[in-house]
Structure formats: C-alpha cells, structure tokens
C-alpha cells in the first residue's frame, strides 16, 4: 500500500496522518508463523525541517509457542514506528534500518510495517517476559508447577550431611 506525501514533501510544518492493516501471515520468524491476525499499523508523516519523519505505532497479537517452556500462547503487543523517509538514499553500504526511500513522492507502507515489525521482535518468542521455562532434570513446566528433582550433594559435603540427619 502506497501513501502519497505529494501534499508534503515541499511543505515543513505539515502533516499526513495514516492507518493501514497489512497481512504478515506469511512471515517465518524462527521456525514459526506467529502472526495470523492483521497488523494494525497508524501514526503521522511529518515535514520538519524538510526531512520527513513517521511516528506511530504497530498493534497485533501474536500467536506462537513459547521457547522455553514450550506452550501456546497468545500475546498482545504493540511497537513504536520513528522512522525517516527520504526521496534516495545517500550511501546504501551504510544505510540505517530506520530510514525508508520513497517510491516518486509515496512511501511503501507495507515494507515499513513489515520490516519495523521484524525489528522490534524479540530474538526468543516468549509467552511471557519473566518465562521460568523447563526443567531438565523432571521435565515440569515450572511456571506451573514446582521441580520434584532430588538436587545431588556435592560428595565433599557429605559428612556434614550424615551431621544433619541426625
């Protein structure tokens, strides 16, 4: 999806506001497709000084399998959009990830939400930030439910222990 910014790009001081929804269900992040709800995507392009800067923010849930516990989960999440459209890129061996060209005097609003989408995933899907995870003795999801391992005694302690049992 094309946003025309003709009205602007000559013009500092004024602004175009967006909404779009764009489908990133054929995105493989990992070994997991975990976006099958639209992206939601608004915000405002706005000329300052003559450089154009786009703000505002993504919504989606995400759906994947958590990578330390592994259980489903769903998640709602939501991530800032503060990138800068210029009409050519000046070096493209140095170019920033948060700068977009534009395409004549329109911005390709799919391949900034997809590509600030991409950015701002965590490297582990979790289901949630503080995710205890699995034990690897007793195999017990331990944001359930407690380990049952016996933890082994250093041997070198063991005398003591023999004093507590007693």
């Known amino acids: 999806m094309q946003l025309g910014l003709s009205k602007i790009i000559d013009r500092p001081g004024e602004s175009i506001d967006f909404s779009v929804s764009v489908d990133l269900s054929d995105l493989l992040y990992g070994t997991s497709y975990p976006v099958s709800e639209p992206v939601l995507a608004s915000g405002t392009v706005r000329n300052t000084a003559g450089v154009l800067v786009m703000t505002g923010s993504i919504t989606t849930c995400l759906h994947g399998i958590c990578d330390r516990c592994a259980s489903d989960f769903t998640r709602d999440v939501e991530f800032p959009i503060d990138v800068v459209l210029v009409e050519e890129l000046s070096n493209e061996e140095n170019e920033d990830e948060w700068v977009f060209p534009l395409e004549g005097q329109c911005a390709d609003l799919e391949d900034i939400v997809r590509t600030v989408f991409v950015l701002n995933m965590d ?30 005694i250093d041997p070198r302690f063991a005398a003591l222990r023999q004093l507590l049992d007693k």
């Open 123 to 152: 490297s582990k899907l979790l289901c949630k930030p503080d995710c205890k995870g699995v034990c690897g003795g007793c195999g017990r999801n331990l944001n359930i439910e407690p380990c049952i391992c016996q933890k082994e």
